[in-house]
């Protein structure tokens, strides 16, 4: 992530106080407006990473910015890795497939069928990159949504996305006859409960949805959507030059923690 093209601006912070979240929300509002290529955000937690030992204990905001003008001059140099608590790398998530977004929405997850949308996603030939629970926070959403800022059910829907836990997927297909992000909406059916269970009964809202906007799951409208909101959600996702096909993880490990 360090070697990108663009700027890179890294949020140093510890677990006793945390990040600050209005910082987040600001900076992912300034990728959507500068260029999600052309900048890039992420937290390093100073308590996890021995290169960011100097910045411990201190009470201030700290921001480190890597500035790359052409790719061809990025070195290997010093980069971060992540480790989980017992000593062990965390692998970065990434891959040579195309991939899309998935996310099981707060309606369905309060209704306990989350793990059951999931073993079905799987029975139909998805691979899941990563399946984290989050919830929402209202201004990444704004963001997220900000094609349909002028209906009148915007800030309904804003509030049913923020209101609990959500499930957020990335999608890969075993089989690539069918692309996976078409393939994905197809397996959700149409985006009203009510016209799903008359049009495709066996569908995911025809069978989880109640109605507009518990449709109870969320899949991007096509790979330029997919890669937008990958990159809002998971800004540590890594894409090659094309469509939405994740790149290969490089070596050494980069990995930031998001």
Sequence with gaps: MLRSKGLTVVDVYQG????????VSLFQKMRMEVGLDLLHFALAKADCLDVLEKYRGRCEPTFLFYAIKDEALAEEGECFSRVKDDGEDEDVVSSGKTCTLAIIKP????????????????ETGFDILTNEERTLAEAEMRLFYQHRAGEDAFEQLLHHMCSGPSHLLILTRTEEAEDVVTAWRNLMGPCDPDVARREQPDSLRAQYGTAMPFNAVHGSQDAAAARRELLLLFPSFTFSDQGTEAAPEKSPKQILAS
């Excluded at 006793?16 to 910082?23: D, E, L, M, T």
């Excluded at 209704?111 to 996603?121: D, L, S």
């Design 107 to 122: 309606d369905a997850v309060m209704h306990g069928n989350a793990e059951e949308i999931v073993m079905k996603i799987q």
């Design 16 to 23: 006793w106080c945390g990040p600050c979240k209005p910082v």
